[in-house]
């Protein structure tokens, strides 16, 4: 909140293999006492669909969102309990005429988790075919932070012309690349690390991955 009025982080989730990222994103702002305002590609929904079996649909958001954030990232429900998304607004990709789709809209900023090849693409290029791609151009052409989790491997040349062209229009471009430092046991750990650097590259406050202190084998020890 600024000055009394919302200011939302924008989240948009693209196609890409990746959907516990997004998740772990969007609790992890829920957490610091951020808005959030959703976008969820049509592509997306068949990568939810088939990573958690969660049919994603505009009448029942919230619901559907409620199932997708309490999942685990092994996939066991009800893994993250108490979630409060009363300060969540969702918009269906669709809408071109949403909100987040003016500059006038006041916004902190956006995360793309994760960012597909197309999407990346998308951007770039300033096609704007959909809400997702029209709020992150918006974001770079307003000058205001742009966090880019592309997940894709290998990436080829046209791909990575694409994520140049992003960091030198102002995008932080953030692979979805996990480290193994902190002392990863579980698949959660991992997950956590990745959405935990995003949130690092937005500036919002976590606790979601043990940072580097300079102690070789400290998490080790930690264990």
Same mark, same amino acid.
């Given at each position: 909140? #600024?000055? !009394?009025?919302?200011?939302?982080?924008?989240?948009?989730?693209?196609?890409?293999?990746?959907?516990?990222?997004?998740?772990?994103?969007?609790?992890?702002?829920?957490?610091? !006492?951020?808005?959030?305002?959703?976008?969820?590609?049509?592509?997306?929904?068949? #990568?939810?669909?088939?990573?958690?079996?969660?049919?994603?649909?505009?009448?029942?958001?919230?619901?559907?969102?409620?199932?997708?954030?309490?999942?685990?990232?092994? +996939?066991?429900?009800?893994?993250?309990?108490?979630?409060?998304?009363?300060?969540?607004?969702?918009?269906?990709?669709?809408?071109?005429?949403?909100?987040?789709?003016?500059?006038?809209?006041?916004?902190?900023?956006?995360?793309?988790?994760?960012?597909?090849?197309?999407?990346?693409?998308?951007?770039?290029?300033?096609?704007?075919?959909?809400?997702?791609?029209?709020?992150?151009?918006?974001?770079?052409?307003?000058?205001?932070?742009?966090?880019?989790?592309?997940?894709? #491997?290998?990436?080829?040349?046209?791909?990575?012309?694409?994520?140049?062209?992003?960091?030198?229009?102002?995008?932080?471009?953030?692979?979805?690349?996990?480290?193994?430092?902190? !002392?990863? #046991?579980?698949?959660?750990?991992?997950?956590?690390?990745?959405?935990?650097?995003?949130?690092?590259?937005?500036?919002?406050?976590?606790?979601?991955?043990?940072?580097?202190? +300079?102690?070789? !084998?400290?998490?080790?020890?930690? +264990?």
């Amino acid at each position: 909140m #600024t000055d !009394g009025k919302r200011t939302p982080w924008v989240v948009g989730v693209s196609g890409a293999s990746g959907t516990p990222y997004a998740a772990a994103v969007l609790r992890g702002l829920l957490a610091a !006492g951020e808005s959030v305002d959703l976008v969820v590609s049509r592509a997306s929904r068949l #990568t939810l669909l088939d990573e958690t079996g969660i049919a994603f649909r505009d009448a029942h958001w919230r619901e559907d969102l409620a199932q997708w954030l309490g999942l685990g990232a092994d +996939g066991k429900p009800d893994t993250f309990t108490d979630l409060v998304l009363d300060d969540v607004r969702y918009w269906p990709a669709g809408d071109l005429a949403a909100g987040p789709s003016s500059g006038s809209y006041a916004v902190k900023g956006m995360l793309v988790v994760p960012a597909s090849t197309a999407c990346v693409a998308g951007v770039a290029l300033g096609l704007s075919k959909d809400l997702l791609q029209r709020v992150a151009s918006v974001t770079l052409k307003e000058r205001r932070r742009l966090v880019v989790a592309v997940r894709e #491997t290998p990436l080829n040349g046209q791909t990575l012309r694409h994520l140049v062209a992003l960091d030198e229009a102002g995008a932080v471009v953030l692979p979805a690349s996990p480290a193994f430092y902190a !002392g990863a #046991t579980h698949i959660q750990d991992l997950v956590d690390f990745v959405a935990g650097r995003v949130l690092d590259a937005a500036g919002v406050p976590h606790r979601l991955y043990r940072r580097w202190e +300079g102690d070789l !084998g400290g998490a080790r020890a930690e +264990g």
